[in-house]
């Protein structure tokens, strides 16, 4: 066992559902999303993606697309010279962003693929950079360093990567202490849980470069950037 995994793993509220379940949640939230939950993600997102800070010509992965918003960003970022792919667990969020990318055309190679983190469908060293935003906090505890030493072995040696998560401190707050009661009482409906996403990424051998801290309804919530 990896200790550094243990003095996280411990912490985190678990995930009681499983991956199919999570598909089906998202498939049925693919259409409604733009008005539940992406407008109050969008000040993270945008902080996010300052972290990554995208150039021309770079090949980018984004892990759960949701409805297309970051990748239209970085399509603007990269141009015609770089490259997308995003992926996400459920076939209908592919769909959306599909559809969000083909109005904004820019000429930028892009695929959508449906699938499952835990097993990226990509060869070694293709990447750039790596981008996730309210993605990683969804995934079973034990699943966590399995997405994470995927992104390790598809991002290239120079490669770096930005998270975007619901943060779990040292001492939680009040607002934190609530959603995870509500976590607990609900957790197929309410399944986000905070992370403490420093020591996540440096248990799985990255080096963090830059943080950003904010909140949601007064939940807080972190950007990471980090090195391979």
Same mark, same amino acid.
Request: hydrophobic share 45%.
């Given at each position: 066992?990896?200790p550094?995994?243990d003095?996280?793993a *411990?912490?985190? #509220?678990p995930v009681?559902?499983?991956? *199919? ?8 939230l693919a259409?409604w ?6 407008? $109050?993600?969008?000040r993270a997102?945008a902080?996010?993606l300052?972290l !990554? ?6 090949d980018?992965?984004?892990i759960g697309?949701?409805s297309?918003?970051?990748?239209? #960003? ?5 141009g015609p %010279?770089g490259s997308?792919i995003?992926?996400?667990?459920? !076939?209908?969020m592919?769909?959306?962003t599909r559809?969000r !990318? ?6 930028i190679?892009? *695929?959508?693929?449906q699938a499952d983190?835990?097993h990226?469908p !990509?060869?070694?060293?293709?990447f750039?950079?790596?981008?996730m935003? $309210? @993605?990683?906090e969804?995934?079973? @505890?034990e ?5 994470l030493?995927?992104?390790?072995r ?12 619901l943060?779990?401190? %040292? ?10 009661a #509500?976590?607990?009482r609900?957790?197929?409906t309410i ?6 996403l420093? %020591? ?5 051998? $990255?080096?963090?470069?830059g943080?950003w801290?904010? *909140? ?13």
């Amino acid at each position: 066992m990896n200790p550094q995994f243990d003095s996280w793993a *411990a912490r985190v #509220a678990p995930v009681e559902r499983s991956t *199919a379940q999570a598909r089906a949640t998202y498939d049925r939230l693919a259409p409604w999303y733009d008005w539940v939950e992406a407008p $109050f993600e969008r000040r993270a997102r945008a902080a996010g993606l300052r972290l !990554l800070d995208a150039r021309p010509g770079e090949d980018i992965l984004e892990i759960g697309v949701g409805s297309g918003h970051t990748l239209a #960003a970085l399509a603007r970022q990269v141009g015609p %010279d770089g490259s997308l792919i995003g992926i996400d667990l459920s !076939l209908r969020m592919t769909q959306v962003t599909r559809r969000r !990318l083909t109005r904004e055309d820019r000429g930028i190679r892009l *695929a959508l693929i449906q699938a499952d983190a835990c097993h990226l469908p !990509l060869h070694a060293a293709s990447f750039d950079a790596i981008t996730m935003s $309210f @993605t990683l906090e969804l995934m079973a @505890t034990e699943d966590i360093p399995v997405v994470l030493a995927q992104c390790r072995r598809v991002l290239r040696d120079t490669g770096r990567i930005v998270v975007v998560s619901l943060a779990l401190g %040292d001492t939680p707050s009040l607002m934190t202490r609530l959603y995870l009661a #509500a976590h607990r009482r609900w957790p197929r409906t309410i399944d986000c849980r905070p992370l403490p996403l420093h %020591d996540v990424l440096v248990s799985s051998g $990255f080096t963090v470069e830059g943080t950003w801290a904010g *909140a949601i309804g007064g939940l807080p919530v972190t950007a990471i950037g980090a090195r391979r």
